[in-house]
């Protein structure tokens, strides 16, 4: 469901699913977030390109770095930012989605971002007619998470591939191991459907219990051996054990699970040199990962949570920007309708 540039402008694009991505597309969004990534560098930040449009950040979940991310990427592209918080909102007073989104469209919301506890609100928002804008899902209960798993495709591809090389590339070959509660997370199926379109394969590594129904029939492999699955991983993407939706005893002890399943210096040591470790954060620190690992020259955490503004910018940008290049090269071309580098 993503329109990209040159499609009818009136057909509303959305981003709801890594599953609506051909590998065209996720290439084209990875290269544009590479420009954008280039701005980032620069004295000034901003880009003109989204100038009077309008970006909602509708959340009803808590959220820190997706939220922030969104916020950052919208205004340096120039748009106008509006924050909303299910909490000290009208929802809490028991307002519904319908009603919200209504509000929304009824104030020119050119594009909502929103973030919801149950599965299949974006996709509800995008085809429901209740407003016009461009719809991303910034993560839908246990569902999916889609710009999550292209900054990880990014982060992959910058440091496995490198930033110029990487262009037009995918990430064909690449062996990619997720590691934990895959049972409740969104960034779990989101990356392995984005990650097997790019080329790469995916092994999934969890206790019996935090395998899905159906996980079998995804595009990957599914073990319950670390151990076993940690040589041959370029990447190994540990996934937040999330008690706040666990309703049952999915396993004996968190030190039971963090012996069996946690990633740990000694771990670590077991991984081909040039592997990467991952992390969509935030960390159970001891848990899942150890201080050790997770503060480690081969640990991407930060460069994640940078390269998630890139990707976004880039989706923003192909949503509701133009045709044009990412980022002007020359000073003449600043006067075009394309995205153009501010005036220093």
């Not at 009077?52 to 997706?66: A, I, P, Q, Y």
Request: hydrophobic letters at 40%.
């Amino acid at each position: 469901m993503l329109r990209l540039p040159g499609a009818s402008p009136r057909t509303p694009g959305h981003l709801i699913s890594a599953a609506d991505l051909t590998r065209d597309d996720a290439v084209l969004i990875l290269d544009t977030a590479e420009e954008m990534a280039r701005v980032a560098d620069r004295p000034i930040k901003k880009l003109p390109t989204l100038r009077g449009r309008t970006v909602v950040n509708l959340f009803f979940e808590d959220s820190t770095r997706t939220r922030t991310s969104f916020e950052v990427a919208a205004k340096r592209l120039s748009a106008d930012v509006i924050n909303f918080s299910a909490k000290g909102s009208s929802v809490s007073k028991g307002e519904s989605l319908k009603d919200t989104a209504l509000t929304l469209e009824a104030m020119g919301a050119d594009a909502v971002v929103i973030r919801h506890g149950a599965s299949g609100a974006p996709y509800r928002l995008a085809t429901s007619g209740w407003i016009d804008g461009a719809v991303v899902n910034a993560g839908d209960g246990t569902h999916e998470h889609p710009t999550q798993a292209l900054l990880d495709a990014f982060t992959l591809r910058r440091r496995i591939v490198g930033a110029d090389e990487g262009l037009g590339r995918d990430l064909e070959g690449v062996r990619v191991t997720i590691v934990g509660d895959v049972l409740h997370s969104r960034v779990a199926r989101s990356n392995v459907l984005l990650l097997h379109t790019l080329g790469a394969r995916v092994t999934l590594v969890a206790p019996p219990t935090l395998v899905p129904v159906g996980a079998d029939r995804w595009p990957c492999d599914v073990s319950y051996d670390l151990d076993d699955a940690l040589p041959g991983s370029d990447a190994v993407m540990m996934l937040r054990v999330q008690r706040e939706r666990m309703n049952a005893a999915f396993f004996p002890t968190e030190r039971e699970y963090s012996r069996r399943y946690g990633l740990d210096a000694d771990r670590m040591r077991r991984m081909p040199e040039h592997a990467l470790v991952m992390h969509p954060g935030p960390m159970n620190r001891g848990m899942e990962i150890t201080a050790e690992v997770a503060d480690s020259p081969r640990a991407t955490i930060v460069e994640q949570v940078a390269n998630g503004v890139s990707i976004r910018m880039a989706v923003l940008y192909l949503l509701l920007g133009g045709n044009g290049p990412a980022v002007a090269t020359t000073r003449q071309s600043a006067t075009d309708t394309s995205v153009t580098e501010e005036s220093k």
